[in-house]
T-cell receptor, first 116, second 113 residues
Framework: EAGVAQSPRYKIIEKRQSVAFWCNPI?????LYWYQQILGQGPKLLIQ????????DSQLPKDRFSAERLKGVDSTLKIQPAKLEDSAVYLC??????????????FGSGTQLSVL | GDSVTQMEGPVTLSEEAFLTINCTYT??????LFWYVQYPGEGLQLLLK?????DKGSNKGFEATYRKETTSFHLEKGSVQVSDSAVYFC????????????FGTGTRLTIIP
């Protein structure tokens, strides 16, 4: 079974520039998550989609971050404009339904963003 | 809100040593508890889980027991190998509400031959 695909693997930009990340979840998975993992910290949930609807975006800095999952399959996360503190690994994950408490998440390898 | 506290790293052990990585949590209700592992250059993957008090999760020689009385879920392995070198994350998923996964800060483990 193919895993969660993310691209690009690495991205280096200057502050105030824009950047976009792409994620293709495991086929048939209804729930998609974007996490931000800052060096030395655990992943923090930015946004959760159930199909193409947003379930939780309470920790998404909406003045500069946006995400969409238009057809309920793949998703893009955008940062515009980027700040130095956005340097992190951005992880995409998916799960079959997302509603089950003990359901496991499948993670992609992440996109490592460096903002200079 | 929900939170997970892990022992500070990094942890360096010799091969075949006994491993314990401490994890305690704060949550309302009865969360599910997880250990995820991140090998170098790879994505996070589920190592083991437990869904109710006194449950023991186990996989690849690792074990963790859900202790509600001490709100803990410590990870243990009797004899570590070099291939166990990775970053280990304790996490919980609440039993109601949005049920999002909340992670600890991670513990980097290095096993030397």
């Amino acid at each position: 079974e193919a895993g969660v695909a993310q691209s690009p693997r690495y991205k280096i930009i200057e502050k105030r520039q824009s950047v976009a990340f792409w994620c293709n979840p495991i086929s048939g998975h209804a729930t998609l998550y974007w996490y931000q993992q800052i060096l030395g910290q655990g992943p923090k949930l930015l946004i959760q989609f159930q199909n193409n609807g947003v379930v939780d975006d309470s920790q998404l800095p909406k003045d500069r971050f946006s995400a969409e999952r238009l057809k309920g399959v793949d998703s893009t996360l955008k940062i515009q404009p980027a700040k130095l503190e956005d340097s992190a690994v951005y992880l995409c994950a998916s799960s079959l339904r997302g509603a089950q408490t003990n359901e496991k998440l499948f993670f992609g390898s992440g996109t490592q963003l460096s903002v200079l | 809100g929900d939170s997970v506290t892990q022992m500070e790293g990094p942890v360096t052990l010799s091969e075949e040593a006994f491993l314990t990585i401490n994890c305690t949590y704060t949550a309302t209700g009865y969360p599910s508890l997880f250990w995820y592992v991140q090998y170098p250059g790879e994505g996070l993957q589920l190592l083991l889980k437990a869904t109710k008090a006194d449950d023991k999760g186990s996989n690849k020689g690792f074990e963790a027991t859900y202790r509600k009385e001490t709100t803990s879920f410590h990870l243990e392995k009797g004899s570590v190998q070099v291939s166990d070198s990775a970053v280990y994350f304790c996490a919980l998923k609440a039993s109601f509400g949005n049920e999002k996964l909340t992670f600890g800060t991670g513990t980097r483990l290095t096993i030397i031959p």
